[in-house]
């Protein structure tokens, strides 16, 4: 019996926290929530101070095969790029530890060169939160997206390079 | 022939910079190498100041599966955690941001209750840089790596909690 209250404990844990990719709204330019990302594999890891924030970017198999055979500029189409931001906390057991703390948002980048020729080749889309709210008013956020990555239109509009791995 | 140049100095790269998992020796406890971890997902990203490093622990299925239904305390058997631990470096054209520098190791820890038993029912296994270089001089380097772990005895030895994922 204490066994089956824990297992519906942890099942309304689920429910609260996260919403199915299915039931996600699309972003303002069309762009839906890729299918099981949180199964993809790791590019990269990176943080920012200037908002206290740390993440991990994660690639769909196109990106992650570029990655790893170095074609990375240009990114070849199909490839996805996905971010997953947290707020950066500190560890209680290790004091110069930094941990991840709330979720703020996961972004993903797509490479489509002629579909998405109008922001670069890629198209920007993000969902806010643990409900994964689509971000943007309208379709015009992209161009936001794109004004902050034009200091790396040399490298095919991507900030991150693939980590080195054994 | 340009472009087969181009593919054999890919090639050459990769030989140089990253040893075949079946070509690395284990540990001194006799802990291999897990095959394919580079392919796991993502339980969480940490970085410390006092080294000035930043890493992403991945899962094997076992562990994701835990980890996700919140089955950490203690971790089953057959979980395996991976860290991936690179030199923080400065990201070149946003200099807030901080990415991963050189690769430092790559180190884990296997749940087994029974076999690890002398060691909080962990076994531990660390293979530094790109070549992969077993670390320890005996098998008496767990020691280390459980007094490390001491202050986290109360959450099974692990200092990693899963990064709440949407």
Redesign the interface.
Known sequence: MQRQILLLA?CC?GLS???AADKVGPAPNGITLPAGY?????I???????NNT???I?GNDVAIAAAR??RINPWPNGAILGK?V?KSDK?K??E?????G??VH?EFMTKDSKKYASTGGWGYAR?L????KPYGKDANFANECVACHT??KGQDWV???P????
Chains 1, 2 share one sequence.
């Open positions: 942890a844990i926290t996260a919403v949180k199964d993809w594999r790791v990269s890891v990176s943080s920012r101070t200037d740390m993440r991990v994660l055979e170095g997953v947290w560890d057991h290790w110069k530890a930094v941990v991840p709330n979720l996961a969902w939160g643990l409900d994964q200091p790396v900030y991150t390079r980590a080195r791995f054994p």
